[in-house]
């Protein structure tokens, strides 16, 4: 059983920046996705176990990086530049079966945090 947790969460005026954390151990793929009111669930970036790949949305690149410790078992999501569209539930979630290609997909991911609310005010 693989445990998620993240942190990190809170208001934002819109250009602000916001650190999520999510503790997990174990070598895997880990992504982070988001789910706004009313939307699916989408893939926001994701990361390769050695860290030496990711993968980000179009609406995200240029504005926020996956990276990761694996001495500190923890995954972040440094998130700059905000805008309103960013508000969401934003999820941890790993993919135990990969640790090198990256899936993008939800199905992909079998285990998930509880989430943690990013809003970001205009």
């Known amino acids: 059983q693989v445990q998620l947790l993240e942190s990190g969460g809170g208001l934002v005026q819109a250009g602000g920046s916001l650190r999520l954390s999510c503790a997990a151990s174990g070598r895997y793929v880990m992504g982070w996705f988001r789910q706004a009111p009313g939307k699916d669930r989408v893939i926001v970036a994701a990361?390769?176990?050695?860290?030496?790949?990711?993968y980000y949305a179009d609406s995200v690149k240029g504005r926020f990086t996956i990276s990761r410790d694996n001495a500190k078992n923890t995954v972040y999501l440094q998130m700059n530049s905000l805008k309103p569209e960013d508000t969401a539930v934003y999820y941890c979630?790993?993919?135990?079966?990969?640790?090198?290609?990256?899936?993008?997909?939800?199905?992909?991911?079998?285990?998930w945090g509880q989430g943690t609310q990013v809003t970001v005010s205009s």
């Open positions: 990361i390769n176990w050695l860290g030496g790949s990711t």
């Open positions: 979630a790993a993919d135990t079966s990969r640790t090198v290609s990256m899936g993008t997909r939800l199905q992909e991911y079998d285990f």
